[in-house]
């Protein structure tokens, strides 16, 4: 890979990052002239490390012998680097903290669906009593109980 291509691979990790907006921020932020920007990334021209863009990608913690190599980190170990190992490592512990909860929704929803499963079950077994006994003009006093015990359960179903 050329330093051109590790010039443009910055820049658009920067701007995934959004630790700038767009190419011209990238520039000023890095150092690098706007207007060669475009010859540096096609390799017409090279790209010049002074005492000012040094310092800038210092700052950024840009590798500068990955840039002009293509060996190594592109960020020294120090705080970009970090942040980003950091945040890989914080997402997998919250994608396992998820994927807990979610395992423990789908046995909470499994029992409450074999609940209410149980439950139509028993309204079931309870309407037919009803219509057996709806059918007889003799119900018993006991049987009005089961009758209120089955209205109560459609009630708490509804």
Known sequence: M???????????YFLNKKYCKNQQEFCLRLGINYKNFT???????????????YEKLITNNINIYWLL??????????EVGKEDKQSEVQKDKKIQELEKQLEKLTNLI??????????KKEIETLD???AYFDNDTQVSEKYSRVLEHIFKLRSKLT
């Open 2 to 12: 050329t330093v051109g291509k590790r010039v443009e691979e910055l820049l658009q």
């Open 69 to 78: 190599t293509g060996e190594g980190n592109m960020f020294t170990d120090t």
């Open 110 to 119: 499994e029992k409450k669906d074999s609940k209410i499963d149980g439950l």
């Open 128 to 130: 037919n009593i009803i």
């Open 39 to 53: 010859k540096i990334t096609r390799n017409e021209i090279n790209l010049i490390i002074d005492s000012e863009n």
